[in-house]
């Protein structure tokens, strides 16, 4: 049963991730019959990945997302009709990202299945997202810490880097 596959942009200098992550999902496209690639990123990062893409790929492009969870919500329309999808990233970036979707379309959940890498092909990307994932709360911390009103009330404007790390 074909599968959609979600993409996440990498706004690093690092292009061995992108091509990691399509990679995987073009693997997890094999395994599952087929289906389409939902690439996300802002500033070229989704129209690098669709590049990276193998010629006869459906890919839909989302290329506004700055962050995690701007590529779900702004994916989501795209990932809405698939009967089944996946995350083509490392297992911390897919914890995250299920985390969004308990909050934004908790019915989306039953649908996820895995990515198709073994720990031989992506041992490194999770090794390397553990740490990521660890300082992510205290990088929170420190911004809404750093950008409090003089009254010591949070700021009501921004969400800080929730909204921009990917």
Do not use: C, F
């Not at 299945?113 to 929170?140: I, K, N, Q, T």
Request: positive net charge.
């Amino acid at each position: 049963m074909p599968v959609t596959v979600l993409v996440p942009g990498y706004g690093g200098p690092l292009r061995a991730i992108e091509r990691w992550r399509m990679a995987v999902a073009v693997s997890t496209l094999a395994a599952h019959a087929g289906g389409r690639l939902v690439v996300s990123g802002h500033g070229g990062e989704a129209e690098r990945l669709a590049a990276l893409a193998p010629d006869g790929v459906e890919v839909l492009l989302e290329s506004t997302a700055r962050s995690t969870r701007e590529n779900v919500e702004r994916s989501l329309p795209l990932l809405a009709g698939a009967d089944r999808w996946a995350i083509a990233s490392d297992r911390w970036q897919r914890r995250r990202i299920a985390g969004y979707l308990r909050e934004l379309r908790p019915e989306l959940l039953t649908r996820l299945v895995d990515p198709a890498y073994g720990w031989r092909d992506g041992w490194w990307m999770d090794a390397g997202g553990a740490p990521y994932e660890a300082v992510l709360p205290l990088r929170r911390a420190a911004w809404r810490l750093r950008n409090r009103g003089r009254d010591g009330a949070r700021p009501k404007v921004d969400r800080g880097p929730s909204s921009s790390a990917s």
